[in-house]
């Protein structure tokens, strides 16, 4: 399959490299670089949650002692109909333009209308109360079935669905997807589950809050450092957004604290390069919690509707399934992904799936974590246990008797490679979590989860410095340990000493362009990238000892860091200290469209004990179990497994994003907004299985979002087996579990 | 307007030297209430008065009949008293919920008093064992039940100038003992959806003989629940003076139904923690006697 059969670095655990700055407080993040002679930008948000805006008059705030710049909408392009980038995490600039600042019209609570800078932040946020703006309020509309209804409040009046009459609609887009003949496959079967499931809008939740420094230079060359999954995007969509040439804009990436899909798209950066242009100061912006939260990216609220039809053998007969999403103000395409990959898991040659996208008065949706695909697996997973019961079969055994294996195509219609689904059913069945019984009062249940798994393109950049070390450049953002990962794979193919190598992320300027570090696609397409390198690497060595030999280049072997060739050889670091003399500097670059991705598979097994009296759950025992082909860094991998089952026992718990009548979040704060405290979960057991990705060159497939699909549906289900209650719609938190106990 | 002056008086006296009438300033124990709203622009103080240098703010003292807690000592120090926690666990238990390990280090009783937040979690722990503030201001001393010194949300009863010097408690009477609960969905840094203080005092036939029960975060204040006291006192602390106790604590409850629950769910919740309250006291009393 390969040529690395026998791995020595690879499985490994070293200590990260970035890990000691972290650990002492050194790392820095954000919001942690200061420039000479910066200034600080503040944003002026919207009080209304649906609005016209009349006029805004900068003039006494830009009156005041220290005020340097502001500005409004109007320093940024006018949109028409431009795509930013194409395919998965495409988006049109007229949907990022005003998530950045409003033009005009305001459509959802605490959205950016103007922004000012000044020499403190407090003056700042002085300055900023200063703006006049005046408004036309308009109703505000926050659920997705009022959005709908006749009499709603209409967002755009520009925008119609394809396929729809030009009538005006809040409704954001329409898919609709059938493989077979789902309708008279239902007729097959001996027993139909038609349920409807809710999740709420929800948030990422990372704990670094977005920030950014941008510099402006006399010859219109910016410059911006921030806390971003992908430079790259920053750089794209900053210049589309201000109108600025690409190749004038540098973006360095600071080291991040979380970002789940949130931190792929701007907010505050284009108003800082605005505003460091206006001023000719450096200026730097740091949003505040409350902000993040109400004026950032979240993941959609949905509510799925589920028909499946299965025979009294339980073979999965049909599907119908139909999600329908919310996508805040603007288009955030959340749809899509669930009518492709609603169904994947499963063999089904008769399946419906439908997807639809609504705008409400809120922010527009962004990724996070498997986008769209958690809120629809809850539905689904859900209604194939409560299917498996009523046929009378285990769980796992109704799963392992209809889940896919290589060869089966999902909705998308290519048949899936070598996937690992059906070995970690096996897993699960066989752990000691699934065998031992349940505690008194508590309940057991278990999901199972999908993720496509992006590639996309990636650049590495490796240059042998002369004492043999190497320093390997790329343009990833690191949220996962990637470097570490990075660094064993060029280890392994160099044969040198993990410490010997010192991997980076570079800033745009530095390194080949590389897509957003999301889509669980960085270990595997940049790691792709820099195994090519060392690959490349290795070859021009074997080369020049050959030279040097005066052999032909195909007898020289490599091993163990090291050109041979009979009894002579020629080490890594001998190779690094001459190479001016044997043919110059060692540097290597790659660029890559990635084609080697495989989907990645898991299923969670969850134990919940739900008081019955107060109704609060507490979850006792948890095992995520997960294909990830083939782990480069397991610790890495583990915390992927768990970080996605914490969020989910947070989505299906207690997060949830409360609006009043008036459009505003009520709980814009981790007080309120309650994802979980490490005092509230059990140790979550993750458990690596590795079915090699045959694709990849060391079989890796994604593994960080597929751990955040089967939480939900798992924990649904252990509070039902708790409690005897089925609750289809989430969170779970304690009244709504009191009222319906009662209510029994 | 920010913060213009911060003072840190050394004694009572100068304390209320610099306070004067008390306009425009804000006392500060632990701060972790007032400095959070002064971030959040709900207080905007032009002078900051501290009141950790002043040794009455700061004490914990323990004689025959009473034990006096500054009110600006830090929960931190009453939870390691050599005496204070074992004396009321309960009160002990309310304020290590406070917050986190880092909070419970700054923030003090009397802040979580004075604050008045209906869900303060040591609120109806000091109800339950009747503790009295003890109240200087510029017309002199004065004492206050603790259920009495709160009057609204975010409302106390001092007047401008006035400054809480210490809370006494009585000291239990054999027999006794005490218990706080909280409902929270999370295990910590969290809010009381509802809470609920309970101090009992049992006799050696295991009747009951006295008790206080307090709830809140169900009502616009904390509130000592008299009936329910009566349900038990007399009794062997069996089902039905349980049932008639927390029947008492739900219709004192007049909770709002907002993001943090419902109304009917805090009504419901209340008469469990009280229930529960009990039930842990009464094992504490137990444990001490065998
Ligand atoms: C992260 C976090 C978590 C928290 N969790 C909880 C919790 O779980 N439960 C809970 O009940 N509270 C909680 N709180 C709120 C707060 O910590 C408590 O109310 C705390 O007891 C306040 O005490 P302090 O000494 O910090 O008060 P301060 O902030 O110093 O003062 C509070 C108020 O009382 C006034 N004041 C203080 N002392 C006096 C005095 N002697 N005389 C007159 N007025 C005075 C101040 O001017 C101010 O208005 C939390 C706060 C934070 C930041």
């Known amino acids: 399959m390969n040529a690395y059969q026998e791995f020595k670095m690879i499985g490994s655990r070293p200590v990260r490299p970035d890990g000691l700055d972290k650990v002492t407080g050194r790392a820095r993040y954000g919001a942690d670089l200061n420039m000479q002679g910066q200034i600080y930008g503040h944003v002026v948000r919207s009080p209304h949650a649906h609005a016209v805006i009349t006029s805004i008059d900068c003039s006494k705030a830009l009156a005041m002692d220290g005020v340097l ?70 109703p505000a509309v926050t659920d997705v079935h009022k959005a709908l209804a006749a009499d709603a409040p209409i967002l755009h009046n520009d925008r119609f669905p394809d396929g729809y009459p030009e009538e005006p609609t809040n409704l954001a887009t329409h898919i609709s997807l059938t493989v077979g003949d789902p309708d008279s496959a239902f007729d097959k079967a001996d027993v139909v589950i038609e349920q409807t499931y809710s999740v709420p809008m929800c948030h990422q939740g990372y704990i670094e809050p977005h920030a950014c420094a941008a510099r402006a230079d006399a010859a219109g060359r910016v410059e911006l450092w921030c806390c971003t999954q992908g430079h790259f995007t920053v750089r794209h969509y900053t210049a589309a957004v201000t109108g600025i040439d690409m190749g004038k804009i540098k973006v360095t990436a600071s080291e991040i604290g979380g970002g789940f899909g949130g931190k792929t798209t ?43 039809g299965a025979t009294r053998d339980g073979k999965l007969v049909a599907a119908d399934v139909e999600c329908l999403m919310d996508s805040g103000a603007y288009n955030g395409n959340p749809a899509g992904i669930p009518a492709f990959m609603a169904t994947a898991c499963y063999k089904l040659t008769d399946a419906r799936s439908t ?37 009378g079969m285990d769980p796992i055994e109704f799963r392992l008797l209809n889940a896919v294996e290589e060869g089966d195509a999902n909705m998308m219609g290519a048949p899936y490679n070598r996937i690992g689904l059906r070995e970690c059913l096996e897993v699960a069945r066989n752990h000691d979590h699934y065998k031992s019984a349940v505690a008194d009062g508590a309940g057991r249940g278990m999901a199972m989860g999908y993720w496509i798994n992006a590639g996309m393109q990636s650049s590495a950049t490796l240059n042998v410095i002369a004492d043999g070390h190497v320093s390997i450049l790329t343009g990833s953002p690191d949220i996962g340990g990637s470097r570490a990962s990075m660094a064993l794979m060029a280890s392994e193919v160099l044969g040198i000493p993990f410490e010997h190598i010192h991997p980076q992320v570079a800033a745009t300027d530095a390194v080949g362009h590389c897509d957003v570090t999301g889509g669980s696609r960085t270990t595997l397409a940049t790691g792709q990238a820099v195994i090519q390198a060392a690959e490349q690497c290795v070859a021009e060595m074997c080369r020049r000892a050959a030279a040097e030999w005066e052999v032909e280049p195909g007898v020289v072997a490599w091993s163990q860091g090291a050109a041979h060739y009979g009894d002579q050889s020629l080490t890594f670091e001998e190779l690094a200290s001459r190479a001016g003399a044997m043919g110059g500097p060692l540097t290597f670059s790659t660029s890559l469209t990635s084609t080697s991705t495989a989907p990645g598979f898991g299923v969670h097994i969850c134990d919940a004990e739900v008081d019955k009296e107060t109704g609060r759950t507490t979850i006792t025992r948890y095992t995520a179990i997960q294909d990830a082909g083939k782990a480069i860094h397991p610790d890495y991998v583990e915390g992927q497994l768990q970080g996605g089952a914490v969020q989910g026992i947070g989505w299906a718990l207690n997060e ?25 979960l059990p140790f979550i057991d993750a458990v690596i299985v590795e079915v090699p990705n045959p694709l990849h060159p060391f079989g890796v497939k994604g593994v960080g979002e597929v751990p955040i699909v089967p939480p939900m549906p798992a924990i649904a289900e252990a509070v039902y087996q708790s409690t005897g209650v089925r609750f289809r719609d989430l969170p779970l938190n304690p009244p709504k579990i009191v009222a319906a106990l009662l209510d029994n | 307007m920010a913060v213009q002056e911060f003072i840190s008086p050394t004694s009572l006296s100068e304390a209320q030297l610099v306070v004067g009438d008390g306009a425009a300033s804000s006392w500060l124990a632990g701060g972790t209430d007032l400095l959070v709203g002064i971030r959040l622009g709900a207080r905007d103080p032009a002078r900051v008065i501290d009141l950790k240098q002043i040794p009455e703010l700061t004490a914990i003292e323990i004689d025959e009949t009473s034990v006096r807690v500054g009110a600006a000592a830090s929960a931190f120090d009453v939870l390691h008293n050599s005496d204070v926690p074992s004396l009321f666990p309960g009160l002990a238990e309310a304020l290590n919920l406070i917050g986190s390990t880092q909070i419970t280090g700054r923030c003090s009783a009397g802040g979580n008093l004075c604050n008045a937040s209906p869900a303060a979690d040591s609120i109806p722990a000091l109800i339950a064992n009747g503790a009295q503030c003890r109240i200087l201001g510029p017309d002199g001393e004065r004492t206050l039940a603790v259920e009495d010194f709160v009057v609204g949300p975010n409302q106390n009863a001092l007047a401008s100038g006035e400054l809480l010097v210490e809370l006494i408690l009585p000291r239990p009477p054999a027999g006794t003992s005490d218990a706080y609960l909280r409902l929270t969905p999370r295990t910590e840094m969290d ?84 229930s529960r309250a009990i039930a842990n006291a009464q094992a504490r009393i137990q444990e001490a006697r065998s």
């Open chain 1, 266 to 308: 701007v907010y505050l950066e284009p108003l800082a390069v605005v505003l460091a242009q206006k001023s000719g100061r450096p200026v730097k912006m740091v949003m505040d919690r409350g902000d993040v939260f109400r004026a950032t990216g979240p993941a959609p609220g949905a509510e799925t509707k589920v028909k499946l």
């Open chain 1, 656 to 680: 949830e994003y409360l609006y009043n009548e008036e459009g505003a979040l009520e709980n814009p704060g981790f007080l309120d907004y309650r994802i979980p405290v490490a005092s509230d």
């Open chain 1, 69 to 138: 710049a502001v500005m409004t909408g109007d320093d940024l392009v006018k949109p028409g109909n431009e795509m930013l980038g194409s395919g998965e995490g495409a988006m049109a600039l007229k949907d990022v333009v005003p998530m950045v600042m409003s033009q005009g019209k305001v459509l959802f609570h605490a959205q950016a209308v103007a922004a000012v800078a000044a020499t403190s932040p407090e003056l700042a946020a002085e300055a900023a109360r200063a703006v006049e703006v005046t408004y036309d309020v308009l």
């Open chain 2, 191 to 274: 809010i009381a959806v509802a809470g609920a203080g309970v101090s009992i005092t049992v006799d050696e036939s295991g009747t009951c003989t006295a008790a206080r029960v307090a709830i809140g975060a169900v009502a616009p204040t904390a509130l000592l629940v008299e009936v329910a006291a009566q349900a038990l006192v007399g009794s062997q602390l069996d089902q039905a003076a349980i049932d008639a106790a927390v029947a008492a604590v739900r219709a004192a409850a007049t909770p709002i139904s907002d993001k943090r629950g419902t109304a009917e769910y805090r009504t419901h919740v209340v008469g469990v923690l009280v």
């Open chain 1, 355 to 391: 997807g639809r996208s609504v705008y409400t008065n809120k922010p527009k949706i962004h990724a996070y974590r498997a986008p769209s695909i958690p809120q629809v697996t809850l539905g689904f997973e859900l209604a194939i246990t409560e299917l498996a019961a009523e046929v």
